[in-house]
């Protein structure tokens, strides 16, 4: 069986904090979901927590937490990443990342740039693993063609509910007690 190695991004062995995340919600664009990032120090877990709207948009609507600033994983050496899922409502959330942020706008809010995401759905608690290959290209939610992602400069992470145009809506609550990059790695042949 292999062993893994994990390199714990947030959570686990590393304190969650909330100077790292952000809100990203759909208001800038006019509509009215929000969400929070409660980081539960009791537990070293963080709640991500709010109410995604859909009515104001039209059936569209997202909630999301990113990190701050611009930051550089290097994370080619590792297979992919790992979420330890403490509760869950069996909603449907997807993992974003970037590896290129552009300019902000010259009134300081952000420019739309490609995002790599994927979806994932959970009922109760459990570990959520993501190989790189399952992250798919998107820009504003579409999918779209593009080269592969750059491994080597993980810029953004974040976490994000999305109404997949009116299939969902309402209160939503994930705790995460880790989010995590994972390598397998081979067992060593004990017979040499």
Known sequence: MAQKTTNYLFGGTEKWSPNDWTSSDDRVRGGSSHSTLEILPETNHARFQGNLDIDTLGGAGFASQRTTGSRRWDLSAYDGIELDLAESD??????????????????????????????????GSGKVVVRWEDFRPTYRGKEIDEEPLDLKSI??????????????????????????????????DKNE
Not at 90 to 115: H, M, N, T, V
């Open 90 to 123: 069996g909603k449907q959330y997807a993992l974003i990342l970037k590896d290129d942020l552009l300019p902000p706008r010259p009134d300081g809010r952000e420019r739309s740039s490609l995002s790599w995401q994927a979806d994932f759905r959970v009922v």
């Open 155 to 188: 810029k953004r992470l974040g976490i994000m509910m999305r109404s997949h145009f009116g299939s969902q809506s309402g209160a939503f609550n994930l705790s995460i007690g880790y989010i995590a990059a994972w390598k397998d790695e081979p067992e060593e």
